[in-house]
């Protein structure tokens, strides 16, 4: 029996997360990526950067116009306006990835997923997967928006209200992770990773 | 928003684990389960007990007439004679560990796997997934089957030929692991049960 019988090459996994504020999903993301065991999707927004924030590291911010010269040359993968914001992430940068083997982790919410999801590229939908973070409780995910302390009284309950909506999808999507400690999601959310990467559909020989 | 739309409890995982002899599969299923992380499915065998092995942990041991009296009543999840020899798991015993959300992990050669993945029951459908187990090469394989010695020359050409057509079958599973040393092994077995037990669909609220 020739060797080639057996897989010896794989396309990444394309890990679509997403969860309401206060879920810990971006921390996750990127502890994950910190390891390097993924590429971290860089999204696109054209709102403003909070304190701290890097452009190329957490978004690439965009002017409105800039946003829309993308969109016109259909060079995102998905955009959405979520708080009247818009978000997008770059096609041709998944791909290319998938292709040579690299996991890309998507931070993304729930309609970003939804048209990841949908999207009929015979290479996303061979690599894709998805999990919802949810928080331990209701009353956890109060206090964690609560301690953020860049949002105002109206934002923040709107806000909880956008993500208590979100969680009651937490079932649509093919994994669920109920956060708990940071050291336990952590360990769960790369047993994830590693169990997909092991998945005879992007295995090849 | 109630607390009973979070995901509050859960079905077991049913992880099938085939593999040719000199896989390693039966040591990594017995080190999960050891660690006491899974259910060990003990199936029941018409074969002679080698040295060491204990009757109701590596398998029960049946008469011919025993066995068959199993099978007129219906008991046995899936049987399948090997080599000569029957074997089978009993159904109740694993339905029940899924039900009370125990994972069970069932070491079982390729005709008992397709077996129980064509299995119209509804909890195995939904707990069921299934992983093949690769020895890393041809010669590694060779080489591990020859130092068992259990085997003369021509019983051990039986299985060699044997293990290189089940290994063709890698490609029908969900799961494919090249083993490598014994604690990547280990490692990547774990995360495959942990990725699993996360799956929305053995989760309810």
């Not at 939804?114 to 331990?136: G, K, N």
């Not at 206090?143 to 860049?150: A, M, P, V």
């Amino acid at each position: 029996m020739p060797n080639h019988t057996f897989p010896t090459q794989r396309l990444g996994v394309l890990l679509v997360v997403s969860g309401p504020s206060g879920s810990g999903k971006t921390t996750l993301c990127r502890q994950l990526a910190d390891v390097g065991e993924v590429v971290y999707s860089v999204s696109c927004t054209t709102r403003a950067p909070r304190p701290g924030e890097v452009h190329g590291r957490d978004y690439f911010f965009l002017s409105e116009q800039e946003f829309q010269d993308h969109i016109r040359r259909d060079e995102f993968f998905e955009h959405a306006r979520v708080h009247g914001n818009l978000y997008g992430t770059l096609k041709t940068y998944v791909k290319q990835n998938l292709e040579r083997g690299a996991d890309v982790v998507m931070d993304i919410d729930i309609q970003g997923a939804s048209i990841v999801r949908a999207c009929d590229d015979e290479l996303v939908q061979r690599c894709l997967t998805d999990v919802f973070i949810l928080p331990p409780s209701v009353e956890a995910l109060k206090e964690r928006l609560s301690n953020r302390g860049t949002e105002d009284d109206e934002k923040l309950s709107l806000r909880l209200s956008n993500a208590l909506t979100e969680i009651a999808q937490w079932h649509t999507y093919t994994y669920a992770l109920v956060s708990g400690t940071r050291e336990h999601d952590l360990d769960r959310f790369r047993a994830l990773l590693v169990a997909e990467r092991l998945r005879v559909v992007r295995q090849q020989n």
